[in-house]
C-alpha cells in the first residue's frame, strides 16, 4: 500500500478555512484530519458539526475525523452526516469498542481506534480484524505542535505484528509531531498514514511540506 498523508487542519488558519482546505485539494495531501476535542476526554475545545460541514463543502478529500470526545456513541451518526469517511474513536473512551465500531461501520464509513501513547497495542488483540485503521498517538492528544514520542517506533512494530496475517488491510496512522525528519523511519517501520499539523501549516510552503511527507 502506497502510504497517505492527512495534514490535520487543527493548525490551519480559522481566519481563512476556506483558503486552507483549497491549498489541501491542491496538494499532494490524500486526506484531511479533522481533530474534535471536547474540553473532557482532552483539556482542550477545538469545533464542532458546523464547521465540518464547511470542511466537508469545500473539501474534494475524504474526511479523517478523529474524535477526541468522551462517549463518542452519542455523536457518531451526527459525524457522518457532516461529511466524515472515517471515524476514529479512542480505546479509552470507548466501554463497549465492538459496538462502536459496528455501529461506525453500519454508517458507512471507515472504523478507527486510537490509542494514546500509554496504551498498549496489546489491547487491540481482539478486534485487530475488525478494524480499517489504528491511529498510534505519537503526543499526548489535545494540542498540535508537541514533540514526537519516540516509544511510537514500538509501537508501530507491535502492530505490524498484530495485524499480519489477520487484517493485511490495516491503516496504521500516526498522529503527533510527524514531520519530514522522522517520516521516512515510520513508514519503513511499518506506518502508512501520516497525520500533520504544525509541520505542514507552519512551513513557508505548506504544499512542498505535504508533498516532501508524501515522496
Ligand atoms: C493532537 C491531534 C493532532 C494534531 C497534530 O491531539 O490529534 O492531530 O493536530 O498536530 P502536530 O502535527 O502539530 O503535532
Ligand atoms: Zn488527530
Known sequence: MNHLVSP????????????????????????????????????NISFGFPVVEKVRQHAQKPLDVHLMIVDPDRYLERFSKAGAEIITVHFEACTHLNRTVNAIKELGCKAGVALNPHTPVAFLEDIIEYL???????VNPGFGGQ??????????ADLVKLGSGRNENLHIEIDGGVDEHNARLLLDTGANVLVAGNSVFSAPDPIEAISKLKH
Open 132 to 138: 480499517d485503521l489504528v491511529l498510534i498517538m505519537s
Open 147 to 156: 514533540k514526537f514520542i519516540p516509544n511510537t517506533y514500538k509501537k508501530i
Open 8 to 43: 490535520s487542519i487543527l493548525a490551519s488558519d480559522f481566519g481563512n478555512l476556506q483558503r486552507d482546505i483549497e491549498m489541501l485539494n491542491r496538494s499532494d495531501a490524500d486526506w484531511i484530519h479533522v481533530d474534535i476535542m471536547d474540553g473532557l476526554f482532552v483539556p
